[in-house]
């Protein structure tokens, strides 16, 4: 039973525009949504996350949108850069949980110049 | 601030022999620890986590076992690997709390090849 999905396996955006990388989770319970960023043969990176009494939070460049009726949040980047580059998961936990994680199987962001 | 490190970065191993993967974490107390896997081309697959010394949860049957023999220290070990056991070994820590916003944090991960 896959709790949290990315649907889109890989994501492709030219140098400055935006990126959305979408996210769909099933589980009612969770009330805390992440999102990490990884490089190959790197630990995961945290990004920002997002409480579920918010729908929207931002931090520089990124910002994570929750929206709790439809399930589903999204982290926009602006602009993009190259760095930008990886595979992007989202993540998230709730009630007595014990701060365990359910990721999403990722996207991979590729930006180009 | 806090630091987690785990190693070895690399390493090759035939099958039926052992494993033993270590994880420490510095800068923190009563972690709450963690022990992740990514397979290749898949997300990121809980395999234990710990809330405390000698308190290990196992979240899939498998030919894994951890152990917590010290506050922050975690370690991953096989008696007897199996080529299914090849794959990306991430630690992780977070704020030894039992529910709220948590984050989680990971360490350099460990790439095992079973051959």
């Known amino acids: 039973d896959q709790q949290v999905k990315q649907n889109s396996p890989s994501l492709s955006v030219q140098e400055g525009r935006i990126s959305i990388l979408n996210c769909d989770y099933t589980n009612s319970m969770f009330d805390y949504f992440l999102w990490y960023k990884k490089y190959p043969a790197e630990g995961p990176t945290f990004l920002i996350s997002?409480?579920?009494?918010?729908d929207k939070n931002e931090d520089g460049r990124f910002t994570v949108f929750l929206n709790k009726s439809a399930k589903h949040l999204s982290l926009h980047i602006v602009p993009s850069q190259p760095g930008d580059s990886a595979v992007y998961f989202c993540?998230?936990?709730?009630?007595?949980?014990?701060?365990?994680?359910?990721f999403g199987q990722g996207t991979i962001l590729t930006v180009h110049p | 601030s806090q630091t987690i490190h785990q190693w070895p970065a690399t390493l090759v191993q035939p099958v039926g022999s052992p494993l033993s993967l270590e994880c420490t974490v510095e800068?923190?107390?009563?972690?709450?620890l963690y022990w992740y896997r990514q397979a290749a081309g898949r997300g990121l697959q809980l395999l234990f986590y710990s809330v405390g010394i000698g308190q290990i949860s196992s979240e899939v049957p498998q030919n894994l076992s951890a152990s917590r023999p010290q506050d922050r220290q975690f370690i991953l070990s096989s008696k007897k690997l199996l080529l299914s056991d090849s794959g990306f070994y991430l630690c992780?820590?977070?704020?030894?709390?039992?529910?709220?916003?948590?984050?989680?944090?990971f360490g350099e991960g460990s790439w095992l090849t079973v051959v």
């Open positions: 800068g923190t107390s009563n972690p709450n």
């Open positions: 992780a820590w977070s704020v030894g709390r039992t529910h709220g916003e948590n984050t989680i944090y």
């Open positions: 997002i409480s579920s009494i918010k």
């Open positions: 993540a998230a936990s709730g009630g007595t949980s014990y701060g365990k994680l359910t």
